[in-house]
C-alpha cells in the first residue's frame, strides 16, 4: 500500500487517488509551489500540517512546528513579503491567538502567495467553541475560499495563492471538520520542477517602511485601500470557478449554499425529489459576489440560505437585495439552525418547511428509538490511556493535597483528568489559561505577599498544563505569577510530544522537520525566570511525585514540577515497531481485599472489577505495563505476570 507522502508527492498528473480533505489541501499547495509552511497543530487541521512535515525536505519546502499560531503566522507572512508563497495552518481557535497580527498587518499586503487555511469545528467535537472563521474574515475585509469536497479543496489551495498574489492580499481556506477529514477522489495536477527536484527557495525582501511599519500615519491609509481592495475581490469573484448556478432557468424558489453546505442540499433535493429550483453554489462566502448573485436572483420569488454556523452569507444577501429594493422573501436562519454543524437531516428540514414538502422520513420516531436505544448502549465516557503518566500526577497531586485544592488546568489530553474518579481539573478556559486562572484565584482567595490584609486560611491552588502548551502560551503566564508574587504550584505535565494532535514535537523534545533543533528544558525556563521551586520528577514513581509535590506546596512563592515521562501510546507504538515488550500486571486474587482504592481513585481503564468474586482484575489486552497499579495499591495485590505483552 502506498503511503500518503508518497502519494501526494505522486508525479502522475491525472491520475485519481483517495485523500483526506487536509491531505488534498497539502497537495494544492505543492502543485502551488508552495515555498513556506508554518504551524501550530490543532484538531481539525492537524493533518495537513502532517503531511507538510513528512512531505517538506524532498519537495525543498520549509516547515516548521512553530510555539504558536501566532508565530506560525508571522513566520508565513514573512516569506509572503519576501516573495514567497507561504502559508500558515491552524483550527479556528488558533486564529484567536494569531488575530493581533493578523488583524494589524492586513493592510500591508503581500508580495508572494499568502493563504491562511484554518478549519473550523462545528459542533465542537474537540474545541472549546464553534466560532465561525467567516466572521473574522468580514471584519478583517479578507476573502474566503471553502470547498465542499477534497478536490476542490486541493484546487481552491492553488487558487487561493494566485488569487493573493493577484492583489496582493491574504486569503483564508476555510474548511470544517467534516470537510477537512472526509476523504475522496483527488485528481493530480502539475507538480512544479522546483517541487519535484526538492529545490528550497530563497526569497528578496525590500525594505518599505512607509509599508511595513504599522504605526498610525500608515494604518490611516491602510483602512481605506483595504476597503477598496475588497470590493475589487469582490468583482473577481463573479468569475471564480467555485462558484456556480445551476438548476431550473425559469425555477421561482432558489437556492443558496456555501462550502460543505452545498453537498448537504445536493442530497437532500435529490431525497426530496426536488427538481424545480436554481441553486447558487458559492465557493466564496465572503465576499459574496453581487453580479453573480445579481443573475441567480433574477426571476426568484423566493430564496433559502443554507449554511451552517453563523449568518454571514445570509447577512450579505439580505442587505444586498434591501438595498436595491427587491421584493423576494429570503430566509436562512429562521429554519436552519445557527449551532452545531450542518448535516442531510438539517438540509432536508430546512428545504421541505421552506417548500412546504412531506418530510421522506419522520424524524420525530427516529428520535424516539434513538433515544431508546441510547439507554440500552452501556456509556464509554472518554478516559487517559491506560498507563498515561498524567493520571498519575493526577494522583499524586489529589493525594497530597487531599483533595482539598483547586485545579485550574489545560488544553490537551489531560483536560481528561476532570473526570470521576480523578477530578483533578477544575477550570479550562484557553491555551495557556491554567497559569493565568492559578494565579488570579490566588489573588482573589489568598492575596499576595505586601498586601495589608491577606486571607488567614491559604488555598491550596494547582495548576496543570502540558509541555508543549507551556511553550504555546504558558510563558506570558509563568512570568506574571512570578513577577506579582503569586504563590501557586504548576505541574508542567511534560509527556514529551503534542500528544493530543497526533505526536507533533515541540520545544521540549527538540525535533523539527529538518532534523535537530534545540531542545529548551522546560525546567531551565522557569529557573531563569525565577521560579522560587523547580523539580523534575517522573510519575511512574507515584511516591516520589507525592513527595516531591508535597515539599512544592510548602514553598511561598511559585512552584514549578515537571512531571516528565513519555506519552504512554506513542511509547507503545514505538515499541511495537521495535518488537519490543512490556510487562503485563495481573491481580494476586488472594491478596485483594476488594477496598477498590485502584478504580475508584486511580481509574486505569484496564483495572475492571469482577461483581461475582468482588476483586479488581486487570484486562491484559489493555495493560500497558506502567506498574502504577502496584504502587496504589495498599495490599500489594498487582504483580507483573511472567509472560510480557508485545
Same mark, same amino acid.
Given at each position: 500500500?502506498?503511503?500518503?507522502?508518497?502519494?501526494?508527492?505522486?508525479?502522475?498528473?491525472?491520475?485519481?487517488?483517495?485523500?483526506?480533505?487536509?491531505?488534498?489541501?497539502?497537495?494544492?499547495?505543492?502543485?502551488?509551489?508552495?515555498?513556506?509552511?508554518?504551524?501550530?497543530?490543532?484538531?481539525?487541521?492537524?493533518?495537513?500540517?502532517?503531511?507538510?512535515?513528512?512531505?517538506?525536505?524532498?519537495?525543498?519546502?520549509?516547515?516548521?512546528?512553530?510555539?504558536?499560531?501566532?508565530?506560525?503566522?508571522?513566520?508565513?507572512?514573512?516569506?509572503?513579503?519576501?516573495?514567497?508563497?507561504?502559508?500558515?495552518?491552524?483550527?479556528?481557535?488558533?486564529?484567536?491567538?494569531?488575530?493581533?497580527?493578523?488583524?494589524?498587518?492586513?493592510?500591508?499586503?503581500?508580495?508572494?502567495?499568502?493563504?491562511?487555511?484554518?478549519?473550523?469545528?462545528?459542533?465542537?467535537?474537540?474545541?472549546?467553541?464553534?466560532?465561525?472563521?467567516?466572521?473574522?474574515?468580514?471584519?478583517?475585509?479578507?476573502?474566503?475560499?471553502?470547498?465542499?469536497?477534497?478536490?476542490?479543496?486541493?484546487?481552491?489551495?492553488?487558487?487561493?495563492?494566485?488569487?493573493?498574489?493577484?492583489?496582493?492580499?491574504?486569503?483564508?481556506?476555510?474548511?470544517?471538520?467534516?470537510?477537512?477529514?472526509? &476523504?475522496?477522489?483527488?485528481?493530480?495536477?502539475?507538480?512544479?520542477?522546483?517541487?519535484?527536484?526538492?529545490?528550497?527557495?530563497?526569497?528578496?525582501?525590500?525594505?518599505?517602511?512607509?509599508?511595513?511599519?504599522?504605526?498610525?500615519?500608515?494604518?490611516?491609509?491602510?483602512?481605506?485601500?483595504?476597503?477598496?481592495?475588497?470590493?475589487?475581490?469582490?468583482?473577481?469573484?463573479?468569475?471564480?470557478?467555485?462558484?456556480? %448556478?445551476?438548476?431550473?432557468?425559469?425555477?421561482?424558489?432558489?437556492? %443558496?449554499?456555501?462550502?460543505?453546505?452545498?453537498?448537504?442540499?445536493?442530497?437532500?433535493?435529490?431525497?426530496?425529489?426536488?427538481?424545480?429550483?436554481?441553486?447558487?453554489?458559492?465557493?466564496?462566502?465572503?465576499?459574496?459576489?453581487?453580479?453573480?448573485?445579481?443573475?441567480?436572483?433574477?426571476?426568484?420569488?423566493?430564496?433559502?440560505?443554507?449554511?451552517?454556523?453563523?449568518?454571514?452569507?445570509?447577512?450579505?444577501?439580505?442587505?444586498?437585495?434591501?438595498?436595491?429594493?427587491?421584493?423576494?422573501?429570503?430566509?436562512?436562519?429562521?429554519?436552519?439552525?445557527?449551532?452545531?454543524?450542518?448535516?442531510?437531516?438539517?438540509?432536508?428540514?430546512?428545504?421541505?418547511?421552506?417548500?412546504?414538502?412531506?418530510?421522506?422520513?419522520?424524524?420525530?420516531?427516529?428520535?424516539?428509538?434513538?433515544?431508546?436505544?441510547?439507554?440500552?448502549?452501556?456509556?464509554?465516557?472518554?478516559?487517559?490511556?491506560?498507563?498515561?503518566?498524567? &493520571?498519575?500526577?493526577?494522583?499524586?497531586?489529589?493525594?497530597?493535597?487531599?483533595?482539598?485544592?483547586?485545579?485550574?488546568?489545560?488544553?490537551?489530553?489531560?483536560?481528561?483528568?476532570?473526570?470521576?474518579?480523578?477530578?483533578?481539573?477544575?477550570?479550562?478556559?484557553?491555551?495557556?489559561?491554567?497559569?493565568?486562572?492559578?494565579?488570579?484565584?490566588?489573588?482573589?482567595?489568598?492575596?499576595?505577599?505586601?498586601?495589608?490584609?491577606?486571607?488567614?486560611?491559604?488555598?491550596?491552588?494547582?495548576?496543570?498544563?502540558?509541555?508543549?502548551?507551556?511553550?504555546?502560551?504558558?510563558?506570558?503566564?509563568?512570568?506574571?505569577?512570578?513577577?506579582?508574587?503569586?504563590?501557586?504550584?504548576?505541574?508542567?505535565?511534560?509527556?514529551?510530544?503534542?500528544?493530543?494532535?497526533?505526536?507533533?514535537?515541540?520545544?521540549?523534545?527538540?525535533?523539527?522537520?529538518?532534523?535537530?533543533?534545540?531542545?529548551?528544558?522546560?525546567?531551565?525556563?522557569?529557573?531563569?525566570?525565577?521560579?522560587?521551586?523547580?523539580?523534575?520528577?517522573?510519575?511512574?514513581?507515584?511516591?516520589?511525585?507525592?513527595?516531591?509535590?508535597?515539599?512544592?506546596?510548602?514553598?511561598?512563592?511559585?512552584?514549578?514540577?515537571?512531571?516528565?515521562?513519555?506519552?504512554?501510546?506513542?511509547?507503545?507504538?514505538?515499541?511495537?515497531?521495535?518488537?519490543?515488550?512490556?510487562?503485563?500486571?495481573?491481580?494476586?486474587?488472594?491478596?485483594?481485599?476488594?477496598?477498590? %482504592?485502584?478504580?475508584?481513585?486511580?481509574?486505569?481503564?484496564?483495572?475492571?472489577?469482577?461483581?461475582?468474586?468482588?476483586?479488581?482484575?486487570?484486562?491484559?489486552?489493555?495493560?500497558?505495563?506502567?506498574?502504577?497499579?502496584?504502587?496504589?495499591?495498599?495490599?500489594?495485590?498487582?504483580?507483573?505476570?511472567?509472560?510480557?505483552?508485545?
Amino acid at each position: 500500500m502506498a503511503k500518503v507522502t508518497d502519494i501526494v508527492l505522486m508525479d502522475k498528473p491525472g491520475e485519481k487517488v483517495l485523500l483526506l480533505g487536509n491531505q488534498a489541501i497539502a497537495r494544492g499547495a505543492l502543485e502551488a509551489n508552495v515555498a513556506v509552511y508554518a504551524a501550530y497543530p490543532g484538531t481539525p487541521s492537524s493533518e495537513l500540517t502532517d503531511t507538510m512535515a513528512m512531505v517538506a525536505e524532498k519537495a525543498g519546502v520549509y516547515m516548521e512546528y512553530s510555539t504558536n499560531e501566532k508565530i506560525a503566522f508571522e513566520t508565513a507572512l514573512a516569506a509572503a513579503w519576501s516573495g514567497l508563497r507561504a502559508m500558515t495552518g491552524m483550527k479556528h481557535v488558533g486564529l484567536n491567538v494569531a488575530a493581533d497580527s493578523f488583524l494589524s498587518s492586513v493592510g500591508m499586503g503581500v508580495e508572494g502567495g499568502f493563504v491562511i487555511m484554518v478549519a473550523d469545528d462545528p459542533s465542537m467535537w474537540s474545541s472549546q467553541s464553534e466560532q465561525d472563521t467567516r466572521v473574522y474574515a468580514k471584519f478583517a475585509n479578507v476573502p474566503v475560499l471553502e470547498p465542499n469536497d477534497p478536490h476542490e479543496a486541493k484546487e481552491m489551495t492553488k487558487y487561493a495563492f494566485e488569487l493573493s498574489e493577484k492583489f496582493k492580499h491574504f486569503v483564508i481556506l476555510r474548511t470544517t471538520t467534516r470537510s477537512s477529514h472526509a &476523504r475522496g477522489d483527488v485528481e493530480l495536477g502539475e507538480l512544479p520542477d522546483e517541487i519535484k527536484q526538492g529545490k528550497r527557495k530563497f526569497g528578496k525582501f525590500k525594505k518599505d517602511p512607509s509599508r511595513f511599519v504599522d504605526v498610525p500615519a500608515n494604518a490611516r491609509r491602510f483602512h481605506p485601500a483595504i476597503l477598496e481592495k475588497i470590493e475589487k475581490i469582490r468583482e473577481e469573484l463573479n468569475n471564480c470557478p467555485f462558484n456556480w %448556478i445551476e438548476g431550473k432557468e425559469d425555477a421561482k424558489v432558489g437556492i %443558496i449554499a456555501p462550502g460543505l453546505a452545498y453537498a448537504y442540499v445536493k442530497e437532500a433535493l435529490a431525497w426530496l425529489g426536488v427538481e424545480n429550483v436554481k441553486v447558487l453554489k458559492l465557493g466564496t462566502p465572503f465576499p459574496v459576489p453581487y453580479k453573480l448573485l445579481e443573475r441567480f436572483m433574477d426571476g426568484l420569488e423566493r430564496v433559502l440560505i443554507v449554511e451552517e454556523l453563523e449568518p454571514v452569507v445570509e447577512e450579505q444577501v439580505k442587505t444586498w437585495a434591501f438595498d436595491r429594493g427587491l421584493d423576494i422573501e429570503i430566509k436562512g436562519k429562521e429554519l436552519v439552525p445557527r449551532i452545531y454543524e450542518m448535516s442531510t437531516r438539517r438540509a432536508v428540514q430546512a428545504i421541505a418547511e421552506f417548500m412546504g414538502l412531506e418530510l421522506p422520513v419522520d424524524y420525530n420516531k427516529l428520535d424516539k428509538l434513538y433515544e431508546k436505544v441510547s439507554q440500552m448502549v452501556p456509556p464509554r465516557p472518554p478516559s487517559l490511556c491506560p498507563a498515561c503518566p498524567h &493520571r498519575n500526577s493526577f494522583y499524586a497531586i489529589k493525594k497530597a493535597t487531599r483533595s482539598r485544592g483547586i485545579y485550574p488546568s489545560d488544553i490537551g489530553c489531560y483536560t481528561l483528568g476532570l473526570l470521576p474518579p480523578l477530578n483533578a481539573v477544575d477550570t479550562t478556559v484557553a491555551m495557556g489559561g491554567s497559569i493565568g486562572i492559578a494565579h488570579g484565584l490566588d489573588v482573589a482567595l489568598n492575596g499576595v505577599p505586601g498586601e495589608k490584609e491577606r486571607t488567614k486560611e491559604k488555598k491550596i491552588i494547582v495548576g496543570t498544563i502540558g509541555d508543549s502548551t507551556f511553550y504555546h502560551t504558558g510563558l506570558p503566564a509563568l512570568a506574571n505569577a512570578i513577577y506579582n508574587r503569586s504563590n501557586i504550584l504548576v505541574m508542567v505535565l511534560d509527556n514529551q510530544v503534542t500528544a493530543m494532535t497526533g505526536d507533533q514535537p515541540n520545544p521540549s523534545t527538540g525535533q523539527t522537520p529538518h532534523g535537530m533543533g534545540k531542545r529548551i528544558p522546560i525546567e531551565d525556563v522557569a529557573k531563569a525566570m525565577g521560579a522560587d521551586f523547580v523539580a523534575v520528577v517522573d510519575p511512574y514513581d507515584i511516591k516520589k511525585t507525592y513527595e516531591v509535590v508535597k515539599k512544592a506546596l510548602e514553598v511561598e512563592g511559585v512552584s514549578v514540577v515537571v512531571s516528565r515521562q513519555i506519552c504512554a501510546l506513542h511509547r507503545i507504538g514505538q515499541m511495537r515497531r521495535r518488537g519490543e515488550k512490556w510487562p503485563i500486571y495481573y491481580v494476586d486474587e488472594e491478596a485483594c481485599t476488594g477496598c477498590k %482504592i485502584c478504580i475508584n481513585a486511580y481509574g486505569c481503564p484496564a483495572i475492571q472489577w469482577d461483581a461475582e468474586k468482588k476483586k479488581a482484575f486487570v484486562e491484559a489486552s489493555m495493560c500497558w505495563g506502567c506498574g502504577g497499579c502496584a504502587q496504589i495499591c495498599p495490599f500489594d495485590a498487582f504483580k507483573p505476570t511472567e509472560e510480557d505483552a508485545q
